[in-house]
Structure formats: C-alpha cells, structure tokens
C-alpha cells in the first residue's frame, strides 16, 4: 500500500468519528481497528501498530469525557500523537554550520540511492544558498563517476572525481581537502556500496571514514524493504558513526511505513526522504508535518518554507488583513499564483490544507498543475464582490444561483465550484485559526506546528 492511501485510510477512520452519534467504546475499538489495518497493511511492526492501539486507548477515558465534539476531537489528537511517535526516533538530527566547511558522507549499500540522493543534497543546499560541490569516490561501480558527473552539471554544483586513480581513500581526501581550500560550505562525499553488507565494504566506508573525517555520515536507506530497514539501519550503526538516515524510494511504495518506522524504531533521526528519481523530488523530514501532510492536513510551516525561498516582494496588505482574521478567495488566488512558481506541485499541495491527496504520488506534476489552474479558471468566473468578501463562501451559499454562474462561466460542474468552496474555507479556517500569522508568505516569525495541529481536525 502506498503511503497517500494510508493517509487516506487513516483519515476516513478518523472521519467515522465525527460521523458516528455517539462515541462509546465501540465506535472507538472500530476506528482503531480500521488506522491499524492500515498501518498494517503499510508493513508496520505489529508490535509497533499494537502499542499505538494501547496508548491511544490509554490516553482516552471515554466516561470522563463530556461533550461529544470535545471527545471526537480528543481521539483524533490522541491518533495523530501516536502517528508522530511512530516516526519520530526522539533523537535531534544533525545540521550543518553556515560559514563552516561541513563534510557529508554518504554510506549505503549498491542500489540504494546514494548517488542520486547526494545530488539531491547539494541541490537542496545550493537552493538555499550554501556554497556545495560533491565528490565522487566510488572507485567500485563502471560509470559511478560519468552518473555523479552528469547529475552534477545539470544542477551546476561543482565536483571532483577520477577515471584513473582506483583507490576510494585518496579521491575522497584529495576532492576534500581541494574544497576545504576553496572554502565551500557543504562538501558532499559519495561513496561506493555493495549489493550485501560485506566486511569489505565496511572496511572501505572506515577507511574513507578515517581519512576525511566526516562531520556527518548519512545512511542511505531503500524504504522498499520495509521493517528490513531495522536490521540493516543496526548493522550500518554498528559499523561506522552513522548520524543521519535518509530513506529514499518513498514514492508509491508498498513499504513506506514499515521503513519509516523501522529506521525510526533504531534512534535513527531521518533528515530527508526521497520521492522520485529527479533532483526535486526530495524533501526534509519532520515527524509532525509529515503525518499532518499524510493525513492531508497540510504543513504550514513547510508552505512558508517553500515561498520565503521564493524571497517574494513582501505582502504587507496580505499579513495586515490576515491579522483581522480575513482572508478572502482573491487572496487564495493569489497565493495560488504564488505556488505557481515554487515546485514540485505534488509537493507544494500536499502542505495546503485540504490538498493532501496527491502526497507522494508520483508523477503527476502536470496533473496537480492542471488542479491548480482550474481552482484559478474557476475564480477567473467569479466577481470582486465574491473574491473580495472576508467569507466568500457564505456569499455564495446565500445565494446558490452564483454557483451556477461561475460554473457555466468557468465550464466546469456546480460540484467542482462547491469543492472549490470547501478547499477555500478549510484554508482560509487554517489559516486564521494560526493567528496573527506573521510567517505566513513572509520571512520572520514561525508558526507553532502543535497549534495548527489542534485546528486543523475541524477539517476532517
Ligand atoms: P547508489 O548505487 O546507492 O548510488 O544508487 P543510485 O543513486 O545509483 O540509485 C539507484 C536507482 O534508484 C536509480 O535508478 C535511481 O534513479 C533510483 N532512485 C534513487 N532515489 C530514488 C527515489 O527516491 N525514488 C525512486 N523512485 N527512485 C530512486
Ligand atoms: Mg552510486
């Protein structure tokens, strides 16, 4: 089962929640049953899956509760915090000191994705600023050094590799003493892997190890041998100063959760995931936003992340109206435009509340492009009085002969305006409920991601 119909399992469980009249015991043992099948079925540990049925249920005292939105809302919370847990390796992750010469090496076995996800690294880095070049020292596999190379010069990140000297050790100190001494900011050390975990590839990881002295080794881990992760993710551990994994294949695997779990089961704090094989799709990790992102909640924080790379003319009559609590269907135009530039749509829907469904589905970035230009066709049809009022919604569902105009305007169905509508008031709910939201399309402040967790169940 891929991960996005995970996300959807687990929602529409959640939703029997606040479908059901009244929440006693059953509906509650139900609900679990069906977010367990489905951790399950996305290869979770049972053990894992059984604890989280057991804190859930722990954290609940249905005869204490009163009300019935409180308790719906209490369960979902109780759900959503357990979800995190089974991710979150409780271990702080490393990061790398601007101004400082940062080494990375990368460690993994054959296949695993270590020299895309390298690329994918400087890339990442070099987006935001850092200065980054990459080092090929896989002397194992014909071709390691054109693949490095030609990722490399597409994405104009500076290298250093060899055809001619054979030995891992002396490419790796070479590349990184030349890059310490032109002072880049992230040199990023490749190295070769094996199709099992042999001593002979430990002992070269050591030897390069030593020789470089790297202020971060990141494991490489493919997420298609689900719960395997953990032996393999203990074996690497034990072997070399593992401080970092990052899991690739993500991307409509039918392993995801198990991987993620499993890794995390280990203490290993997980910095990235991979999505697909171009450079773009590749995203941090973070427990809380990844699951919100799963269960189509959106990730605010990492939204603000995505526009202030942008570095976008600030939007002072933007945060002034979202500080009265207002945020109009103009105004979701245009942070649509916004969006517009930033990419991968797949990943940038994924964090606007209410999107969720095309998390981690790959290659349909012309599809969530195609989405999002008919959410803007469709406000196209509509009049100031509409995008202008502070709840453009109800305008409409005054007067429901509107839908039928901006539908035959716009030639699309009455639904898709009404869902239109729907996507409209779950953003614009996000988005005051986060209160005097400096961060929001501008640079400065953050948002709490617990507060937005909280407001987002009305949503489900
Ligand atoms: P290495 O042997 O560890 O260096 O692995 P490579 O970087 O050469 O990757 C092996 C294969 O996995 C290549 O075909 C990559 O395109 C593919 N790959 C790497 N990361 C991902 C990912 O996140 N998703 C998908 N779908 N493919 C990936
Ligand atoms: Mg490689």
Request: proline share 3%; glycine share 8%; with cysteine.
């Amino acid at each position: 089962m891929v991960l996005a119909d995970l996300g959807r399992k687990i929602t529409s469980a959640l939703r029997s929640l606040s479908n059901a009249t009244i929440i006693n015991e059953e509906v509650l043992n139900a609900m679990l049953k069906e977010v367990c099948t489905a951790l399950l079925e996305a290869d979770v540990n049972i053990k894992l899956v059984k604890q989280l049925r057991e804190n859930v249920k722990s954290a609940i005292d249905l005869e204490e509760m009163a009300s019935g939105l409180n308790k719906r809302k209490m369960i979902q919370h109780a759900v959503f915090k357990e979800l995190v847990k089974l991710v979150d390796p409780g271990v702080k992750a490393w990061t790398p000191t601007k101004g400082k010469q940062n080494v990375i090496m990368f460690v993994g076995l054959q296949g695993s994705g270590k020299t895309t996800t390298c690329s994918k690294l400087a890339y990442y880095y070099q987006r935001k600023g850092w200065k980054t070049c990459l080092i090929c020292a896989d002397t194992f596999r014909a071709g390691a050094f054109d693949q490095l190379k030609q990722n490399a010069t597409k994405a104009r990140i500076p290298f250093y590799g060899s055809y001619t000297e054979m030995d891992p050790v002396i490419i790796a100190s070479e590349g990184v003493e030349k890059f310490k001494n032109e002072n880049f900011e992230i040199i990023i050390v490749d190295t070769s892997g094996r199709h099992k975990q042999e001593d002979s590839l430990f002992e070269e990881m050591l030897q390069v190890a030593n020789a470089i002295q790297p202020d971060n080794i990141v494991y490489v881990m493919d997420a298609s041998i689900g719960q395997a992760c953990e032996a393999q993710a203990k074996a690497f551990k034990d072997k070399v100063d593992v401080a970092s994994v990052i899991v690739t294949k993500l991307d409509g695997h039918a392993k995801g959760g198990g991987a993620l779990s499993a890794v995390a089961a280990t203490k290993s704090p997980i910095i990235f995931i991979g999505t697909g094989e171009h450079i773009d799709d590749f995203e941090p990790f973070k427990t809380q936003p990844f699951i919100s992102k799963l269960l189509g909640m959106g990730d605010i924080e990492g939204l603000i992340d995505k526009v202030n790379e942008l570095k976008l003319d600030d939007n002072e009559a933007l945060i002034e109206k979202l500080k009265h609590g207002q945020f109009t269907l103009r105004d979701m135009y245009e942070q649509f435009q916004n969006i517009m530039k930033m990419g991968p749509f797949s990943q940038i829907l994924g964090m606007i509340p209410g999107f969720g469904t095309d998390f981690m589905s790959k290659g349909n970035e012309q599809e969530s492009m195609a989405r999002l230009k008919k959410l803007m066709t469709i406000m196209d049809s509509m009049n100031d009085q509409e995008l202008d009022s502070t709840d453009g919604a109800k305008v409409f569902s005054k007067q429901p002969g509107r839908i039928q105009r901006v539908a035959r305007g716009s030639g699309v169905s009455t639904r898709d305006v009404q869902e239109l509508l729907t996507q409209y008031t779950k953003f614009a709910q996000m988005v005051k409920k986060m209160g005097g939201i400096k961060g929001l399309f501008k640079g400065g402040d953050r948002v709490d991601g617990k507060a937005a967790i909280l407001y987002s169940f009305p949503n489900l």
